[in-house]
């Protein structure tokens, strides 16, 4: 095992330790952007409702004995740090227990869709009358306003489906709609919703005024698209779906070695197409006229992949690397997702930190991708349990008993 990455409570100053976040949501997209403001400094107040957010317990455990089997890991990583306040929103007193935290905040974040926002007096409007130099910022499935502004959205459906991705990625025209990975899409709008937020900070701050900032699942995913799109909302052509055999060259694309592990290359450009022949073991191809050029090679791009198919049958993957190196080809192992928690170079830029839980003890989550120079970020304790701060909120924010749950 490589080192080991422990969070460590320090005195040093965080990007946003001056910041309060007042957080409504649920599920993972706007979660996962509280929860980068807590590593990177942010008070989060997570609000949650009597029963909690529907994300606690629905994680899968890990297949482990002992105490961490019961944790939920996967809510964890997404509303660690956090600070856990039971509000009924139902009543009024609960509605005025949010707008007075509200008063004291930098930012209010929330995935209400506005006709929750307006019934919970939590628009921007009502909130900006209470803070004038709130971030009021909103993370949907589709936007808070357009003819499907009221329609719910989760990743799978908002992102990979409504965006065009899911039948982007399709392999071939008679390609299966793929099925991606829990919270790809939440993570990423997660991201995207982070820095609207700080920018929204930024320009509270030289104003003096209260700012809104929305996005939302569907337009962070056709922005991950962009270079598609860049050109098809200029031509609204279809976009290729592109099989192994039908891709543009034999050095951008992905291939199985003999032990079923696979690898990836991305060597568009004429220069390495010889290196690739050579370590192969097919120097052989470099006098057939009908690979002599990229255009004849794409013309035999389906023998091309069985051929290279073939010579990497003899080796593993982790046999092939060092070659590959060698020969300075551009190339990545596809790993799964239990190998990269030990691979050299997560551990060496400390991707999964572990973090000490008063129940389990130690366990390992997954870091921000991000790293400063000169302060520490990060996540610093585990996910609180539902209403565990409750007391202590309303004491220090003077906040009304009715309406709020103890734990």
């Avoid at 002599?292 to 593993?316: C, F, N, P, V, W």
């Avoid at 928690?341 to 000490?356: H, N």
Wanted: net charge negative; charged share 25%.
């Amino acid at each position: 095992m490589g080192p080991q990455f422990f969070i460590r409570v320090q005195h040093t100053v965080r990007p946003l330790d001056d910041i309060l976040v007042i957080e409504i949501d649920s599920w993972m997209a706007s979660p996962s952007a509280g929860a980068i403001l807590s590593d990177l400094g942010a008070r989060v107040i997570k609000i949650e409702p009597p029963a909690g957010d529907p994300m606690r317990e629905m994680g899968r455990p890990p297949k482990v004995d002992g105490p961490v089997n019961e944790f939920d890991l996967q809510f964890d990583v997404d509303n660690r740090g956090k600070e856990s306040l039971v509000v009924d929103l139902t009543s009024e007193e609960g509605i005025q227990t949010v707008q007075t935290l509200c008063r004291h905040a930098q930012v209010f974040m929330c995935n209400l869709l506005m006709e929750r926002q307006q019934k919970y007096r939590l628009d921007p409007d009502s909130l900006f009358a209470l803070n004038p130099t709130l971030v009021h910022a909103t993370l949907t499935g589709y936007g808070t306003t357009g003819p499907e502004a009221w329609r719910p959205g989760y990743d799978v459906t908002a992102f990979f489906g409504r965006s065009g991705l899911y039948d982007a990625m399709r392999e071939g025209d008679d390609g299966l709609v793929p099925q991606a990975r829990p919270a790809q899409g939440d993570h990423t709008t997660g991201l995207a919703f982070v820095a609207g937020i700080m920018a929204a900070l930024r320009q509270a701050e030289r104003s003096g005024q209260g700012q809104t900032i929305e996005t939302s699942l569907f337009e962070t995913a056709v922005w991950t698209q962009a270079s598609d799109y860049a050109t098809t909302a200029v031509d609204h052509a279809p976009v290729r779906r592109r099989a192994r055999h039908q891709m543009l060259t034999p050095t951008a694309n992905r291939y199985p070695c003999g032990d079923g592990n696979w690898v990836v290359f991305n060597m568009p450009g004429e220069d390495r197409w010889q290196a690739l022949c050579e370590v192969l073991g097919l120097e052989h191809w470099l006098k057939e006229e009908k690979y002599a050029t990229a255009k004849s090679r794409y013309q035999h791009m389906a023998e091309l992949t069985q051929g290279i198919d073939a010579a990497l049958s003899a080796k593993s993957r982790d046999e092939w690397g060092p070659l590959f190196d060698q020969a300075g080809l551009i190339w990545g192992p596809v790993l799964g997702l239990h190998e990269v928690p030990g691979d050299p170079q997560a551990e060496a830029i400390g991707l999964f930190p572990t973090l000490v839980d008063e129940t389990i003890g130690e366990y390992r989550s997954v870091n921000i991708p991000m790293r400063f120079g000169h302060c520490e970020v990060g996540p610093r304790r585990p996910a609180p349990k539902l209403g565990e701060n409750t007391e202590a909120l309303r004491s220090e924010f003077n906040l009304p008993g009715v309406g709020v749950t103890g734990d």
